[in-house]
């Protein structure tokens, strides 16, 4: 029997397949800590300090404190935030923020004046400061309190002549006069009142004759004591 002879291989049996475009090199998923095809190094984020978690703990030490109310305690942690950790300036504006509720809370209040004893002295400090409306503020609780309290009323005319107002300060210097008559001789030297020096009626109210003293007691006006 005669063998069978094995087919010749044809030629593009023989020759090796070609390479589609693109797949000369099999494609390779990018490894941790090397950028990816289309992204840049910045985006990476960068790893936070180990001073950040420390600030942050003191941070919200200082915010339980506010919660407390314990505003010294609070601006004391809040203050070493920026102190300790100078370079956690994210954190800064926020530390900022609560320091300056906690000062604005840590600071003492003015006592409001209850007696007439002590409005008569917060207006006084008002007065020589310049404060003109708050002392008129007091003044006016006293006289609503006490009518004929000369010296409130003496202090009234110098309050509203500070402030222009000749008409509400020469009423107020009558009724004080007609009060207590030591005020007229007072009147007349004060430099409080000197706006009211070319004024008809404040020049009649002082120049008037002095009438009989009064029993009543009130502090003498001065420029360093009222």
């Known amino acids: 029997m005669a063998k069978q002879r094995p087919r010749p291989k044809s030629k593009a049996q023989s020759k090796p397949l070609p390479r589609r475009a693109g797949h000369d090199k099999p494609r390779v998923a990018s490894r941790a800590g090397k950028s990816a095809p289309g992204r840049t190094a910045s985006s990476t984020p960068l790893p936070r300090r ?30 070493s935030v920026l102190h300790r950790y100078p370079e956690e300036r994210e954190l800064h504006e926020r530390v900022r923020l609560y320091l300056n509720i906690c000062k604005r809370q840590a600071t003492p209040r003015e006592a409001t004046p209850q007696t007439i004893e002590e409005r008569l002295y917060a207006s ?10 708050e002392a008129i503020a007091h003044l006016r609780l006293v006289r609503d309190e006490d009518p004929d309290n000369d010296y409130a009323l003496y ?13 509400e300060a020469i009423a107020h210097l009558e009724r004080a006069i ?35 003293r009064t029993d009543r007691r009130r502090p003498v006006k001065t420029r360093s004591a009222r």
């Open 50 to 79: 180990s001073t950040y978690v420390e600030a942050v703990a003191l941070y919200e030490r200082g915010l339980q404190a506010l919660q407390r109310h314990d505003y010294r305690a609070a601006v004391e942690l809040l203050e």
């Open 178 to 212: 007609a009060l207590n008559p030591e005020n007229r001789a007072l009147a007349r030297r004060d430099p409080d009142l000197e706006a009211l020096r070319d004024d008809e009626a404040f020049r009649s109210t002082v120049e008037m004759s002095s009438g009989p």
């Open 124 to 133: 006084t400090l008002a007065i020589n400061g310049g404060r003109y409306d």
């Open 155 to 167: 202090m009234l005319a110098s309050a509203h002549a500070q402030r222009g107002e000749h008409t």
